[in-house]
């Protein structure tokens, strides 16, 4: 049975930070490719970060120097640092397995966890 469970959000004010974990189970880290979607207030989901199963990791240019992906297989987590936040950043952040997406919004099994920056 595999779930992904997001956690860490918050209310912020513009420049903060913020860690976003993402922790999993039915889910081999090892082998995955793992991404963290934005859901907007125009309920889009942008694709943010990614860490694949080699190390490799991708950002969108919105997010470059600021986010940082990382995942500890040991803990089952992947994590989402977030430094200089800003009003933009403001959303619904869900953590997805790109091998086996998920019905739930974004491709994502979890309920997500809220950011909101001012």
């Known amino acids: 049975h595999v779930q992904l469970v997001e956690s860490g959000g918050g209310s912020v004010q513009a420049g903060g930070s913020l860690r976003l974990s993402c922790t999993v189970s039915?889910?081999?880290?090892?082998?995955?490719?793992m991404g963290w979607y934005r859901q907007g207030p125009d309920n889009e989901c942008d694709l943010l970060s990614t860490?694949?199963?080699?190390?490799?990791?991708y950002y969108h240019d919105s997010v470059k120097g600021r986010f940082t992906i990382s995942q500890d297989n040991a803990k089952m987590t992947v994590y989402l640092q977030m430094n200089s936040l800003k009003p933009d950043d403001t959303g619904v952040y869900y953590c997805?397995?790109?091998?086996?997406?998920?019905?739930?919004?974004?491709?994502?099994r979890g309920q997500g966890t809220q950011v909101t920056v001012s």
């Open positions: 860490v694949s199963f080699d190390g490799s990791t």
């Open positions: 997805v397995d790109h091998n086996d997406y998920g019905s739930g919004t974004c491709g994502g």
């Open positions: 039915g889910v081999t880290l090892e082998h995955a490719d």
